[in-house]
């Protein structure tokens, strides 16, 4: 799947998501986009996935017709740490995922039952 990591997802993510071609924005040479526009560009460009921690994103944007889909990770914060403990929710996500779908992960802290 080709990912494409939002500006307010650190971009040492990319790492930690295996078997995917995962960019950043600014590697896409996408910085600095309206969440609309972004996710135009990205469905021109081949993207398949936006993975934001945009929380707007779902209620702005209408993804009807859309040829890429949206994970949306809900976390405490957009920090590295936080958000490589959401890894393998997003692999689980990217499996089943569907072109104009929208996926909220909410993070879930290490030993919460």
């Known amino acids: 799947m080709k ?6 997802v650190p971009e040492r993510l990319r790492g930690r998501l295996k078997g995917h071609e995962v960019h950043s924005v600014r590697y896409a040479g996408l910085s600095g986009r309206k969440n609309g526009e972004l996710l135009r560009l990205a469905d021109e ?7 934001t921690v945009d929380r ?8 009807t017709g859309r040829g890429i889909a949206v994970i949306v990770l ?3 914060g957009n920090d590295i740490h936080t958000l490589e403990q959401m ?3 997003v692999d689980r996500a990217l499996i089943n995922i569907s072109a104009g ?3 909220l992960l909410e993070y879930s802290a290490p030993g919460a039952l």
Request: charged share 15%; proline share 7%; aromatic share 6%.
């Open 45 to 51: 460009a081949g993207y398949g996935v936006l993975l």
């Open 56 to 63: 707007g994103i779902p209620y702005q944007n209408s993804m």
């Open 101 to 103: 779908e929208i996926v």
């Open 74 to 76: 809900r976390a405490p």
């Open 3 to 8: 990912v494409l990591l939002d500006e307010c």
């Open 87 to 89: 890894t393998d929710a």
